[in-house]
């Protein structure tokens, strides 16, 4: 396989701030490569390097082979980018920035165009001021889909999406991959990232703290589970994989390991069950856990972590 | 508490309630406003309200004899084209020439600075989308315009005591330095309000204030036009404008504060209407709503994407400069008239070269107004690459098969090639206007152009170069345009003058004649900048 993105000790300071810290990042063609962080991590920083929009302090990157500050016109014919917060121009319609964004790139579908307009449920004539927050993301998701490209860069783009277009949000990234498109997607929210991905790079304080498939990743996941049950709860703290076990009377609230669920549920189910809600886990949380206590220690690799994780 | 036992008290409570909490916030909002513009405001006040205080010295040293400055406003006063730029001269002291020399000066961009204040405080709030989450507050639906005026009325009031005590320290003080202030700040406040009515009209702030500074330039012209036909402010058109009320306070010379009375009327008149549209519409929306658009677009290249977002204020610069042009172009046959058979004024006449001579000279002048109203349009143009980046619309563009230098073009094409559009417009305008001369007339108008082009090459460098401090581009036009109004009327020093890139232009039409020189030098000063501003933008970072 040959690689869409290739970025090996990446630094970029703004002022005395640090943005980027010796950052690494490799995405193969044809792949769907989520890009993970916290906040102010560096995820956007990394991807305005890529696009040539910031110039690196030093560090190698590559973008389809090229340099994407030198080369930036040329790769950007084979490049479509959608901005976690898409601003429009007030006076022009979504529809004209569809095509105006599609020229600015290799072209444009125009099936493909009518298709997406029409998945998204946007309307194409109205215009910049009057779109709600979700609907300026679908108006940079359908240029971005519907360009003839080589190279996906999704920044956030789902950011107030509803989820039904969440939904065809993903299918859409799918389609892009069964084309053979290569797709590096910045996003927060772990299970959107888990259905797509198919590998995975997580990022914090400007470097990358662990690159790999999501399989490899697994001990990451942990679902939230509250739930109020009938009777007092019984043996929860023995079962494994079970943390931060909080018992309030017949309230409960605990983390579980995602493949250690069934023996909760089975426990919770015997106590019997009045309400249960269940969340994946933040990406904020998953940091929290696993690299805020032991940050001294700078764990530079999965393994490191599944070991300070057990 | 005791029961209420009337209905009545509880009314008139839930009455006064409802009143104050349309105002809920106004305070907060208030120190947020002043706090936002605590380097822009106090900048406005003191370097406007200083200029009034070094026009005085200035001119008590020029003309330190009372009978210098007789000859000086009886020369003023005979010529009707004189009289319409900067009006009629009521009394010969140093105040009175104050005062006519800086009154409408003074009001105009008192005006220009409330209208900045009160849009950036209301539309371009809601505009961006702060105003909601500042309304969701305890903010009542009145008080973001209420602070906006009080913002505003604070500047003006500020303004006023800057006006007065300078004044009063360049030896020009007492009733006239009270009046004078009083008018230009009214005028500033009036204007303020008519910002206010115009930001409740249109969803962009960008127009708002369009609208109104084309009220304020209507307002000009109608003053200029009525001055040109009576010698003492009496015209129906001077009354017209809100900036010929300045004018006929007549400061130091027997002041008419009623005429403030007049002013303060039309605030409150206005005031009411801005707060009642305020009261009555959506957060965010407009009386005028936006219509849909096409559902296909046909702009694919960045100059169409920058002509389609810059063609609307080019077409308003474009109609303005015309009538403007127009309307000047009839008040120059005047240039040469004198009012009366003073054998002095006809002195002075001779000695400022006759018939064709003042004619030339009153041409000269306009087309000189006409370069450095252009050169606000060219920072204005340029400073869109600005804008665009800093809203972030530049970035996925330039995340586009564009190039830096490509997307950049596109603006500047226009910035550059719209003031050659504006003073072309203005040029014929002048010349349709006057009736003669058109080749003359529009060749001095172009000439101008070289001057605007370096002022939008330094605003293209300190974009491309600095672009934190891109917005200074104001200030130096700012300062070129103060040069060319205040300069020669308080014999500024050459070396003070030649900052400002109008002064090496050839006086045209008549003068010297044509002198490709500095016309050439100062083209080629403008590319040079054009270019460095242009490969600095290249080599930088784009913000975020």
Request: aromatic content about 6%; overall charge neutral; proline content about 3%.
């Amino acid at each position: 396989m040959t690689k869409a993105i290739t970025v090996a000790g990446l630094h970029k300071s703004f002022g005395r701030t640090h943005a980027l810290d010796g950052l690494d990042l490799t995405v193969e063609a044809g792949e769907v490569h989520g890009f993970l962080g916290p906040n102010g991590s560096g995820k956007s920083t990394t991807i305005r390097v890529l696009l040539g929009l910031l110039r690196a302090d030093s560090g190698a990157a590559q973008l389809l082979g090229r340099d994407p500050w030198r080369d930036a016109v040329e790769l950007h014919r084979k490049v479509a980018y959608v901005p976690g917060d898409v601003t429009l121009w007030r006076n022009l319609s979504g529809g004209e920035v569809i095509d105006l964004y599609g020229s600015l790139r290799g072209g444009l579908d125009r099936t493909r165009r009518a298709d997406l307009v029409d998945r998204f449920e946007l309307d194409p004539t109205k215009k910049g001021r009057t779109y709600s927050k979700g609907n300026r993301q679908k108006v940079a998701l359908v240029a971005a889909f519907a360009s003839d490209v080589d190279l996906l860069i999704l920044d956030e783009p789902t950011s107030g999406l509803d989820p039904l277009m969440e939904e065809v949000f993903q299918d859409c990234v799918a389609e892009e991959r069964a084309r053979g498109r290569t797709v590096l997607l910045s996003s927060h929210i772990l299970s959107e990232v888990e259905t797509l991905c198919d590998r995975v790079s997580i990022i914090r304080q400007g470097r990358t703290v662990e690159t790999g498939s999501l399989a490899d990743m697994r001990h990451l996941t942990r679902t939230n589970i509250s739930a109020e049950l009938a009777g007092p709860p019984n043996g929860l703290a023995r079962l494994p994989g079970v943390h931060d076990l909080e018992v309030q009377g017949l309230r409960v609230t605990l983390q579980v390991d995602t493949d250690k669920l069934d023996a909760v549920l089975k426990s919770l189910t015997a106590s019997g069950v009045r309400t249960l809600t269940s969340t994946p886990p933040t990406l904020e949380e998953l940091f929290l856990r696993h690299y805020a206590t032991d940050a001294a220690d700078a764990p530079g690799s999965g393994e490191d972590a599944e070991v300070a994780a057990r | 508490m005791t029961a209420v036992t009337t209905t009545a008290p509880a009314d008139a409570r839930r009455r006064t309630r409802a009143a104050t909490g349309q105002l809920a916030g106004t305070w907060t909002l208030l120190r947020l406003a002043l706090r936002r513009d605590r380097v822009m405001l106090p900048i406005w006040v003191l370097a406007l309200g200083g200029s009034f205080s070094s026009v005085g010295s200035s001119i008590a040293s020029l003309y330190d004899t009372a009978a210098q400055r007789a000859e000086l406003a009886a020369s003023m006063n005979g010529n009707s084209s004189l009289r319409a730029m900067y009006g009629p001269v009521f009394d010969d002291s140093v105040g009175g020439l104050v005062s006519w020399r800086m009154a409408a000066f003074g009001a105009v961009l008192a005006a220009v600075m409330s209208l900045i204040v009160v849009i950036r405080h209301t539309r371009e709030e809601e505009e961006t989308g702060r105003q909601e989450m500042l309304s969701a507050a305890m903010v009542g639906r009145r008080a973001p315009l209420t602070a906006a005026l009080l913002t505003a009325l604070i500047a003006n009031g500020a303004l006023a005591l800057v006006v007065a005590a300078g004044l009063a320290g360049a030896g020009a003080g007492g009733a006239g330095a009270v009046a004078l202030a009083l008018a230009v700040a009214g005028t500033g406040v009036l204007f303020a309000c008519t910002a206010a009515i115009a930001a409740q009209f249109t969803e962009s702030a960008r127009l708002a204030k369009g609208l109104t500074a084309a009220v304020i330039g209507a307002a000009f012209v109608l003053k200029a036009a009525g001055d040109s036909a009576a010698d003492d402010g009496s015209s129906v058109l001077t009354w017209l404008s809100p900036i010929g009320w300045a004018e006929n306070v007549r400061a130091y010379a027997d002041e008419r504060w009623w005429v403030l009375l007049v002013l303060a009327a039309a605030v409150a008149v206005q005031a009411v209407l801005a707060y009642a549209l305020a009261g009555r519409r959506d957060v965010g929306m407009s009386f005028l709503a936006t219509r849909p658009g096409p559902a296909q677009g046909r702009i694919a290249t960045a100059f169409g994407l920058a002509l389609r977002l810059q063609r609307g204020a080019l077409t308003g610069w474009t109609l303005s400069f015309a009538v403007v042009g127009v309307a000047f172009g009839g008040l120059t046959g005047g240039a040469a008239d004198l009012v009366g058979d003073n054998a002095k004024t006809r002195e002075i006449f001779e000695r400022m070269g006759g018939q064709a001579g003042l004619t030339d000279a009153f041409l000269a002048a306009m087309v000189s107004v006409l370069g450095m109203v252009a050169a606000l349009y060219i920072v204005a143009s340029v400073l869109r690459l600005h804008g665009e980046e800093t809203a972030g619309r530049a970035e996925p563009v330039l995340a586009g098969a564009v190039s830096r230098t490509g997307w950049a073009a596109g603006h500047l094409v226009i910035a550059f090639g719209g003031a050659a559009l504006l003073m072309t417009a203005g040029g014929l305008g002048l010349a349709v206007g006057y009736g003669h001369e058109l080749p003359a007339v529009l060749g001095a108008s172009l000439v101008q152009l070289p001057a605007i082009w370096l002022l939008g090459g330094v605003t293209v460098l300190l974009y491309g170069a600095f672009p934190k401090a891109a917005v200074a581009a104001w200030g130096v036009a700012g300062i070129c345009l103060a040069l060319g109004w205040l300069g020669p009327a308080v014999d500024m020093p050459q070396a003070v003058m030649g900052v400002s890139p109008f002064t090496h232009l050839p006086k045209l039409p008549g003068g010297t004649g044509m002198e490709w020189g500095p016309v050439l030098t100062l083209t080629a000063v403008a590319a040079v900048l054009v270019g460095a501003g242009v490969g600095a933008l290249r080599r930088r970072d784009v913000l975020s």
